[in-house]
């Protein structure tokens, strides 16, 4: 059997490829994962090795993502950590802001020339007759997370939340731990790094947790949102044009499933992931859509970001504006919101959808009193039938600021606004569900699922906790055998990663 090997085959599954990065969804993913799993649990109780080992397979699989870039996420780790390291050790107020403002500078400043360089160049060359050429840039895959990750440390250091790291070994796993380095969830490292010093224990509710959320995280991925987006969606957002307001409108509806499904479906991955290997990350998601209002929508949407957000920035900015009272928050929220936008990228498309978002919440915060009130005249306010009814306009909301995220350009986004509005032809849907009942019945069942309650999915994971490992293995080949026939020919990446 060995002579039917070929053996540089093999070997070209540790090089960097850079349009064939480790997935998740990926078998060769699977093959380093299983074989990184059999050394971790043989010396699970040797802590040193288990943290090497993490580090070396992180850097690993950061390797593959980004090749020699591996090298930032390195360099960036080192930053942090000795400024989180001095910022600790030094009493003198002025030099730990100093020594915090530093940190900022040169993570800030390493985010913005990877990532926005050539966005403010072509800004500048609109008010120049002679243009700056742009930058051959290589974007790191994941690096707006890891940047956020390293930067809520020394800013908890700074604030004595927590103390200065003493090993950079463990400092370096807590930035560079592979299940969520490229696309978060955005965990602190005062409930990580806890768990890197503790005694290693995987306890069934993880293992069975974790193979859940893993199924369920590839489900979603490959099954729902690779399939509506390569046979429908993409097309749509695409070109537009070439299609009628009902198929545009029924791409909105496509595209708020797939964004859920696809960066849902990561998160998912790499809790179970972690899960697997005895750390628990933090929640990322929690049925979104069923949110009754844009401010509980971010309370529920990418849970780690909104959070990290709200604690390093919203809340400073709160207290910068205290004194404009109501004004003052509806403004922090907005500068907030603005910035979300810039961070998810570089474009006019990604800033002016958070600042739709911020300015519909600072409406949303000055209008809550009168709305109270006319609830309670009408006899409404605590009634089903008014939830329900806020749950399906912010859904609407959501959907609608979707098309800004999701199109390529702003003119893209104003055709899909202008088709459904001027060409909407509704008769084309019954030729819809006959060229794309795949597409329909998909885009139903994930909206089914997404609403069914919590408890489904607890008792089910409790269900899967009390299998026997076997056929929790056996479960697990099934599904991954389902997502091989399903998924796409074409490789899909997740769509955060370009963030």
């Known amino acids: 059997m060995l002579h039917n090997i070929d053996l540089n085959k093999f070997l070209s599954l540790f090089n960097y490829i850079p349009d064939d990065p480790l997935l998740f969804s990926t078998a060769e993913f699977m093959f380093f994962f299983f074989g990184f799993l059999v050394f971790y649990t043989a010396f699970s109780k040797s802590r040193n090795f288990r943290v090497y080992l993490i580090i070396i397979f992180s850097l690993f699989f950061y390797y593959k993502a980004a090749g020699l870039y591996f090298l930032l996420l390195v360099f960036s780790s080192l930053v942090n950590f000795f400024a989180g390291k001095f910022i600790g050790t030094t009493e003198d107020s002025l030099r730990r802001k100093l020594l915090l403002i ?229 403004t922090a929220l907005f500068i907030t919101f603005l910035i979300c936008g810039l961070w998810h990228g570089a474009s006019y498309t990604f800033i002016l959808w958070g600042a739709v978002h911020g300015l519909l919440m600072a409406i949303a915060l000055f209008t809550k009193k009168p709305r109270q009130a006319v609830y309670e005249k009408l006899g409404i306010s605590n009634s089903r039938l008014l939830h329900a009814f806020q749950v399906v306009i912010t859904f609407h909301i959501i959907a609608v600021t979707w098309v800004l995220f999701g199109a390529s350009s702003l003119s893209s986004a104003m055709d899909m606004f202008s088709q459904i509005f001027n060409y909407f032809k509704g008769g084309v849907f019954i030729q819809f569900v006959q060229a794309f009942p795949g597409v329909l019945g998909l885009i139903i069942l994930g909206y089914i699922l997404h609403f069914i309650p919590k408890s489904v999915e607890i008792k089910a994971a409790g269900l899967l906790t009390r299998t026997p490992l076997w056929g929790k293995a056996l479960i697990l080949a099934v599904m991954i055998w389902v997502v091989a026939q399903a998924k796409s020919a074409d490789l899909q990446p997740f769509i955060y990663f370009k963030f």
């Not at 007759?129 to 690096?143: C, H, Q, R």
């Open 102 to 330: 530093s940190s900022i500078v040169v993570n800030i400043g390493v985010l913005f020339y990877f990532k926005y360089t050539n966005f403010f160049i072509d800004i500048i060359n609109h008010f120049r007759s002679s243009a700056i050429t742009p930058l051959d840039i290589f974007l790191p895959v994941g690096i707006s997370f890891f940047t956020f990750k390293a930067l809520s440390y020394v800013i908890d250091v700074y604030l004595e939340k927590l103390e200065p790291e003493k090993s950079f070994r463990d400092f370096l796993l807590y930035v560079s731990f592979f299940p969520n380095i490229l696309a978060g969830p955005i965990d602190r490292a005062t409930e990580f790094l806890p768990q890197v010093k503790s005694e290693l224990k995987i306890p069934e509710t993880y293992i069975g947790r974790g193979i859940f959320l893993i199924m369920a995280g590839l489900f979603k991925k490959a099954v729902i949102a690779d399939y509506i987006g390569v046979n429908f969606v993409d097309r749509i957002f695409e070109m537009p044009t070439r299609y009628t307001g009902v198929e545009n409108l029924l791409a909105v509806y496509g595209y708020a499933l797939k964004v859920y499904c696809d960066f849902s479906g990561y998160s998912d991955i790499a809790i179970g992931i972690a899960l697997l290997m005895g750390f628990k990350l933090m929640e990322n998601f929690n049925s979104p859509y069923q949110a009754s209002s844009v401010a509980e929508f971010w309370r529920r949407w990418h849970i780690s970001l909104s959070s990290w957000l709200l604690d390093y920035l919203f809340r400073p900015l709160q207290m910068k504006f205290r004194n404009l009272r109501m004004l003052g928050n509806a």
